[in-house]
């Protein structure tokens, strides 16, 4: 990855280009439409195209949002796309979040006072490598849901969403004098397997009521034509996407037999791809991307480059596919400015392919933020999760005799503690599994009487011996890794969704503990001292087992004084550590697996560090600890200044590289 040389870090982020002055439009002149008989779009009744590039306010601190569009703006980019997850705001019933991080009003305002103008893709449904591709999981509160169809409890729950978001819209668009030029309907739809145009109508329906009929909408789909004929409607204006391994005559002539006039449009233009935990980091070749660049804009298209700047899952937000794949903590997605913001060699060479056809701006590109690394930072066990169930389940646990699901329990995200008895004495022969084939959603472990049993996993190890005697304390702690985002499966189920057998007969009578983990881990896990109870020790008593019990470890690091700017922004691996989360000062950062990968390291971004107290580090640790194989004294975690997110140390090498990507094993 290409930085800048060190002297340049010294030149500050952004200039404040963003007067306090709100600009006045005469609104009346404002217009933005199709040109058909010209094959492109008229802007104030000028020719215009797009030069976009994806972004996704969720991904980004707020902090962060203006220094990343003015990077976006001096690439030479007149537009910007952005998804609107659902479920990122409404993440109860009725309950909506638009404040702080969920602020898009101000996200679109900044984008706006940056002279960019906004392809908005408000869903419902956006895809996106997020969790149930932005659908809220409380949709499954009604088991049988046909999700992205006319089932009208969906419709319900739609139309009353859109009702509370697209009002907040209107006036950002461009005809109203805000940077809104166009709104995609739904997202990719013609890949879903329900093909109901009756819930595209309903959408468009609802999308103009809310809008107003100058609105543009439009559609977008896979360059193949089955996608297109169940994605696109009458009325909506169908786009296509595609990547750089694609005959670009090919995918415009597919567009082309939906919209035989207009502009070309690729809506999502593929600068890197998605990653998968146990995959190989993925990549895609500077030369290769900007060659493809060159050729979609000298056809006179409109391109929007996906992503342009990926940014990271912070806390729970990171989707998976199927077979079950789970996607890691960070969306680097191998863009144009790296998941910190950083400007990187396809930057350069893309911002050059753009300045062949339009101008750039000039005047200084904000430089990649400085990095800094904290070093090293130990860390001590406080509390397993068993020993600290008041503190995570204030409400106490819900009894019943088999188990329930995540959504059965209220509980959307992170972990559920599921506990029974053992009926009688194990030998370490009789095995535990569940009854259906993937009924462990997604990773459970197990312990008996505080004694690490072992996993089970949604993907692969199905089946655990248990050793314990009759009336011994059975654990399960479920993690939900991640509801799956694209395809048929995305009525995605967490927890104990089938029951558990030992011996081959049904496990009951179960107390099941919903686990607040950021409320716990704010108030400190009720203190930090450890606790002295040796039955939780952790270590391996007995059986054969590899692994340590769920536990949480915390400590702390002062900002060195002496030195200026600080804090900067740093990333944090974990040496020796195994799979987790971890919060700094309460902040959700994300999932760490470094014994799977390809990613080692977390990105911190400095607006959560303070320089007036001691920063706090909370982890979680699920499977094993460094410190609890008796050959180490300390556990600590690192602060370093450079990301590894394509560790090829991690991964075993077995899986194979997804169709059409260069993916390569990749060390940042
Ligand atoms: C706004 O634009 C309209 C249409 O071009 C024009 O008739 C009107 O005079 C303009 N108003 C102002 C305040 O400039
Ligand atoms: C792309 O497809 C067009 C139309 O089918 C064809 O004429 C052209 O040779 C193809 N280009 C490449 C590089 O394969
Ligand atoms: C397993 O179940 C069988 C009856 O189904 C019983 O005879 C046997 O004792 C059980 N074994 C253990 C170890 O519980
Ligand atoms: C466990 O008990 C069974 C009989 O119930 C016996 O066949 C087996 O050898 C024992 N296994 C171990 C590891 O002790
Ligand atoms: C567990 O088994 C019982 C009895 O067969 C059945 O009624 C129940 O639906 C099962 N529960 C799940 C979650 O599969
Ligand atoms: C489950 O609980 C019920 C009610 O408390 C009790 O009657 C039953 O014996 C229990 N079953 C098991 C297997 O412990
Ligand atoms: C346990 O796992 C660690 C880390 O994967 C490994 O280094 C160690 O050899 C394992 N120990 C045993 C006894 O399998
Ligand atoms: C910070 O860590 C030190 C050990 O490095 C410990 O003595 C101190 O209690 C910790 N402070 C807090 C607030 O946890
Ligand atoms: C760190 O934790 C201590 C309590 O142990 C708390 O007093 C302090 O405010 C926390 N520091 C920050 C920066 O949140």
């Known amino acids: 990855m290409f930085r800048v040389p060190l002297c340049s870090l010294l030149l500050l982020s952004a200039p404040l280009l963003l007067g306090a002055a709100h600009r006045v439009y005469n609104v009346s002149q404002r217009t933005f439409e199709l040109d058909y008989s010209h094959d492109r779009f008229l802007k104030d009744g000028l020719p215009f195209r797009y030069i976009s590039g994806s972004i996704h306010y969720f991904r980004i601190p707020r902090f962060y949002w203006e220094d990343r569009l003015l990077k976006m703006k001096m690439a030479g980019l007149n537009a910007i796309q952005m998804y609107v997850p659902w479920n990122f705001h409404e993440p109860r019933p009725g309950q909506y979040e638009f404040s702080g991080d969920h602020d898009v009003e101000y996200f679109i305002h900044l984008a706006h006072e940056l002279g960019l103008l906004v392809i908005l893709r408000p869903g419902p449904y956006i895809c996106a490598e997020w969790d149930m591709g932005g659908l809220p999981a409380w949709l499954l509160e009604k088991e049988s849901i046909v999700l992205r169809s006319s089932d009208p409890d969906y419709l319900a729950a739609v139309d009353k969403w859109l009702t509370v978001l697209l009002p907040k819209m209107k006036p950002l668009l461009y005809q109203n004098g805000g940077p809104i030029i166009t709104v995609q309907v739904e997202?990719?739809?013609?890949?879903?397997?329900?093909?109901?145009?009756?819930?595209?109508?309903?959408?468009?329906?609802?999308?103009?009521?809310?809008?107003?009929?100058?609105?543009?909408?439009?559609?977008?789909?896979g360059a193949n034509e089955n996608f297109l004929r169940c994605g696109t409607l009458q009325g909506l204006y169908a786009t296509v996407d595609f990547g750089t391994g694609k005959n670009v005559t090919q995918a415009f002539l597919i567009q082309r037999k939906f919209e035989p006039k207009g502009p070309l449009i690729n809506s999502e233009f593929y600068t890197g791809w998605l990653d998968h935990w146990g995959e190989p980091h993925s990549t895609a070749k500077t030369e290769v991307v900007a060659a493809s660049l060159y050729e979609l804009l000298a056809r006179g298209a409109s391109v929007n480059l996906y992503m342009f700047i990926g940014g990271t899952n912070f806390a729970y937000w990171n989707g998976a596919n199927t077979p079950y794949a789970p996607q890691p903590t960070s969306y680097d997605y191998d863009a144009p400015l790296s998941e910190a913001g950083d400007l990187t060699e396809k930057y350069f060479a893309l911002r050059n392919v753009i300045q062949k056809f339009k101008e750039v701006p000039k005047g200084p590109i904000p430089p990649s933020t400085p990095k800094f690394a904290y070093g090293k930072v130990a860390?001590?066990?406080?509390?397993?999760?068993?020993?600290?169930?008041?503190?995570?389940?204030?409400?106490?646990?819900v009894k019943s005799l088999y188990p329930l699901t995540f959504i059965q329990v209220k509980q959307y995200f992170g972990y559920v503690l599921y506990r029974t008895t053992l009926p009688e004495d194990y030998n370490g022969s009789m095995p535990i599994f569940s009854s259906s084939f993937d009924g462990v959603r997604d990773r459970a472990y197990v312990s008996v009487d505080g004694v690490p049993q072992g996993i089970?996993?949604?993907?692969?190890?199905?089946?655990?011996?248990?050793?314990?005697?009759?009336?011994?304390?059975?654990?399960?702690?479920?993690?939900?890794?991640?509801?799956?985002?694209?395809?048929?499966?995305?009525?995605?189920?967490?927890?104990?969704?089938?029951?558990?057998?030992?011996?081959?007969?049904?496990?009951?009578?179960?107390?099941?503990?919903?686990?607040?983990?950021?409320?716990?881990?704010?108030?400190?896990?009720?203190?930090?001292?450890?606790?002295?109870?040796?039955?939780?020790?952790?270590?391996?008593?007995?059986?054969?087992?590899?692994?340590?019990?769920?536990?949480?470890?915390?400590?702390?690091?002062?900002?060195?004084?002496?030195?200026?700017?600080?804090?900067?922004?740093?990333?944090?691996?974990?040496?020796?550590?195994?799979?987790?989360?971890?919060?700094?000062?309460?902040?959700?950062?994300?999932?760490?697996?470094?014994?799977?990968?390809?990613?080692?390291?977390?990105?911190?971004?400095?607006?959560?560090?303070?320089?007036?107290?001691?920063n706090n580090i909370t982890v979680l640790e699920l499977e094993r600890a460094p410190c609890t194989d008796g050959t180490s004294e300390l556990c600590t975690v690192e602060f370093v200044d450079r990301p590894v997110i394509g560790s090829s140390l991690a991964i075993s090498g077995r899986f194979p590289d997804r169709s059409g990507q260069d993916s390569q094993l990749n060390t940042l």
């Open 187 to 221: 997202n990719e739809y013609g890949s879903y397997f329900a093909c109901d145009y009756d819930y595209l109508r309903f959408l468009a329906h609802r999308f103009r009521y809310h809008l107003g009929n100058d609105v543009l909408l439009f559609t977008t789909d």
């Open 379 to 397: 860390l001590r066990k406080v509390k397993a999760v068993a020993e600290a169930l008041d503190i995570l389940c204030p409400n106490g646990p």
């Open 456 to 614: 089970l996993d949604r993907d692969s190890g199905k089946v655990l011996y248990i050793q314990g005697k009759a009336g011994a304390v059975l654990d399960l702690l479920v993690e939900n890794m991640g509801r799956v985002n694209y395809g048929r499966y995305i009525r995605d189920f967490k927890g104990l969704i089938s029951n558990m057998t030992l011996n081959f007969s049904i496990l009951t009578n179960w107390t099941i503990f919903p686990l607040d983990t950021e409320a716990a881990v704010l108030s400190h896990l009720g203190g930090w001292e450890a606790h002295g109870d040796s039955r939780h020790d952790g270590h391996l008593t007995f059986g054969s087992s590899n692994f340590t019990l769920p536990t949480f470890y915390v400590g702390n690091f002062s900002i060195p004084s002496g030195i200026p700017d600080l804090p900067q922004d740093t990333f944090i691996q974990f040496p020796g550590w195994t799979k987790g989360q971890v919060w700094i000062n309460g902040f959700n950062l994300g999932r760490y697996w470094p014994a799977r990968g390809p990613q080692v390291t977390l990105f911190v971004p400095r607006h959560i560090l303070t320089t007036s107290a001691p």
